[in-house]
Antibody, heavy 116, light 106 residues
Framework: EVQLVESGGGLVQPGGSLKLSCAAS????????MHWVRQASGKGLEWVGR??????????EYAASVKGRFTISRDDSKNMAYLQMNSLKTEDTAVYYC???????WGQGTLVTVSS | DIRMTQSPSSLSASVGDRVTITCRAS??????LGWYQQKPGKAPKRLIY???SLQSGVPSRFSGSGSGTEFTLTISSLQPEDFATYYC????????FGGGTKVEIK
């Protein structure tokens, strides 16, 4: 059974940093790209970014809204994906989901609140 | 970037109604499109992939059609458990979602 479990969310001040983790199991993690998607309360879904597999040189791509502030990484030995968020803004407040490459499996999400 | 325009943004319908939701892509995306259902407090659940393929375990009252720039999700006979918000997602280029359609009880 495929499982994705996010952690690391919480309250952070504007300008601060936070690192989210995604623990994956039940599929060949090393061969799969991983996405992060976010959703502000009462709003729609927004793609944040993606990290490809080793076979694709661990290439990353980001939405314009987070490029230069957010960094996605992975540790295939631990079946983990990460989202490092720096220079956080109030508009980054959202539930963050990690999602498998085919977009058929999603984690339960972790809430990030950016507020003073 | 590819923009997905989803309509309507909300609709009211009764149990048993036929419901149609549309997504239009700003440029051709072949059939690289999925449809998702989301209920409050839950992660989205995929209903349709490759524009018209039914996800395993999803009731057959859900169907998808289209290719290129115009796509449709149809619920043939709305059931009480179908009241939710629906999103399209294109993954032809950098992924992008439609704005969502909230299906409410009439």
């Amino acid at each position: 059974e495929v499982q994705l479990v996010e952690s690391g969310g919480g309250l952070v001040q504007p300008g601060g940093s936070l690192k989210l983790s995604c623990a994956a199991s039940g599929f060949t993690f090393s061969g799969s790209a991983m996405h992060w998607v976010r959703q502000a309360s009462g709003k729609g879904l927004e793609w944040v970014g993606r990290i490809r597999s080793k076979a694709n040189s661990y290439a990353t791509e980001y939405a314009a809204s987070v490029k230069g502030r957010f960094t996605i990484s992975r540790d295939d030995s631990k079946n983990m994906a990460y989202l490092q968020m720096n220079s956080l803004k109030t508009e980054d407040t959202a539930v963050y989901y990690c999602v498998i490459t085919t977009f058929d499996y999603w984690g339960q999400g972790t809430l990030v609140t950016v507020s003073s | 970037d590819i923009r997905m325009t989803q309509s309507p943004s909300s609709l009211s319908a009764s149990v048993g109604d036929r419901v149609t939701i549309t997504c239009r892509a700003s440029q051709g995306i072949r059939n690289d499109l999925g449809w998702y259902q989301q209920k409050p407090g839950k992660a989205p659940k995929r209903l349709i992939y490759a524009a018209s393929s039914l996800q395993s375990g999803v009731p057959s009252r859900f169907s998808g059609s289209g290719s290129g720039t115009e796509f449709t999700l149809t619920i043939s006979s709305l059931q009480p458990e179908d009241f939710a918000t629906y999103y399209c997602l294109q993954h032809n280029s950098y992924p992008s979602f439609g704005g969502g359609t909230k299906v409410e009880i009439k």
